[in-house]
């Protein structure tokens, strides 16, 4: 998924996303508790909006599967190493003061195994007294189905984005069937792209950060709309 979206992707996620409220909300929680903390792994990255917003905080780098979203993060960001990789086989040679999994992309890799092995490789890379975040989907209980939603954007006059997907459920799998309407003055052009995403419970998303050892903690507010999971490593 985001090969053919990469394009269309900060028109229609920057309205919907505080990435500077949500980055100084990183920054603030991270300092309160390590105020020497300096490096940020931002896993599934997408096209560096949370990069460009960090890297005032943090020596940031960043990673995604999708070449085209890498492209864009580089772009965005001069200077940020932006590495393409699967959240599940990350193998860095450094270790960083953070290691964030934001605005949902955990869910992507859709088994609880994957996810266990995710959370595990982002603690791999932890400097000691570092600290996990991740940004949750919803789980089997908060998963709507049987819904449409339409959306809309533009980014000046011209280039408008319609998009309308429907949300269903696949066993432990939510599945949306996403179809953008791109309309720039030279046509219309249709995309069409399904997402899946693995719908883990709390319990799923906690036992994962403690089986590496991290103290867990769970915060749920305006900002962070679908929660935050805060893996400490005690060891600092
Ligand atoms: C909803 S987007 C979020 C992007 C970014 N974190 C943001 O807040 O704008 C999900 C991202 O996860 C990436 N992704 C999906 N599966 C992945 C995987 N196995 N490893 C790394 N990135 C992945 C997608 O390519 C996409 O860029």
Same mark, same amino acid.
């Given at each position: #998924?985001?090969?053919?979206?990469?394009?269309?992707?900060?028109?229609?996620?920057?309205?919907?996303?505080?990435?500077?409220?949500?980055?100084?909300?990183?920054?603030?929680?991270?300092?309160?508790?390590?105020?020497?903390?300096?490096?940020?792994?931002?896993?599934?990255?997408?096209?560096?909006?949370?990069?460009?917003?960090?890297?005032?905080?943090?020596?940031?780098?960043?990673?995604?599967?999708?070449?085209?979203?890498?492209?864009?993060?580089?772009?965005?960001?001069?200077?940020?190493? #932006?590495?393409?990789?699967?959240?599940?086989?990350?193998?860095?040679?450094?270790? !960083?003061?953070?290691?964030?999994?934001? !605005?949902?992309?955990?869910?992507?890799?859709?088994? #609880?195994?994957?996810?266990?092995?995710? #959370?595990?490789?982002?603690?791999?890379?932890?400097?000691?007294?570092?600290?996990?975040?991740?940004?949750?989907? !919803?789980?089997?209980?908060?998963?709507?189905?049987?819904?449409?939603?339409?959306?809309?954007?533009?980014?000046?006059?011209?280039?408008?984005?319609?998009?309308?997907?429907?949300?269903?459920?696949?066993?432990?799998?939510?599945?949306?069937?996403?179809?953008?309407?791109?309309?720039?003055?030279?046509?219309?052009?249709?995309?069409?792209?399904?997402?899946?995403?693995?719908? !883990?419970?709390?319990?799923?998303?906690?036992?994962?950060?403690?089986?590496?050892?991290?103290?867990?903690?769970?915060?749920?507010?305006?900002?962070?709309?679908?929660?935050?999971?805060?893996?400490?490593?005690?060891?600092?």
């Amino acid at each position: #998924v985001y090969t053919e979206a990469a394009d269309i992707y900060d028109v229609i996620y920057r309205p919907l996303r505080d990435y500077e409220g949500t980055s100084r909300r990183i920054a603030d929680l991270v300092r309160a508790r390590r105020p020497r903390a300096a490096t940020l792994l931002d896993v599934g990255c997408g096209t560096g909006l949370h990069l460009e917003a960090l890297r005032s905080s943090f020596a940031c780098e960043g990673l995604d599967i999708e070449p085209a979203m890498v492209e864009r993060a580089r772009a965005r960001c001069p200077g940020v190493p #932006v590495h393409v990789m699967s959240m599940d086989r990350i193998d860095l040679p450094s270790t !960083f003061d953070v290691v964030a999994c934001l !605005f949902s992309s955990i869910a992507y890799v859709r088994t #609880v195994d994957r996810m266990r092995e995710t #959370v595990a490789r982002m603690a791999g890379h932890l400097a000691p007294g570092g600290v996990v975040l991740v940004e949750p989907w !919803f789980s089997p209980e908060s998963f709507w189905t049987d819904t449409i939603t339409a959306n809309h954007a533009e980014d000046g006059p011209d280039l408008k984005v319609s998009w309308m997907y429907t949300s269903e459920r696949r066993g432990d799998l939510s599945v949306l069937d996403i179809h953008y309407m791109v309309g720039t003055p030279r046509g219309v052009d249709i995309l069409r792209e399904t997402h899946e995403l693995g719908l !883990f419970t709390d319990a799923q998303y906690r036992d994962a950060l403690a089986d590496q050892g991290l103290e867990v903690h769970h915060l749920r507010d305006d900002v962070w709309r679908r929660g935050l999971y805060v893996g400490w490593r005690p060891d600092a």
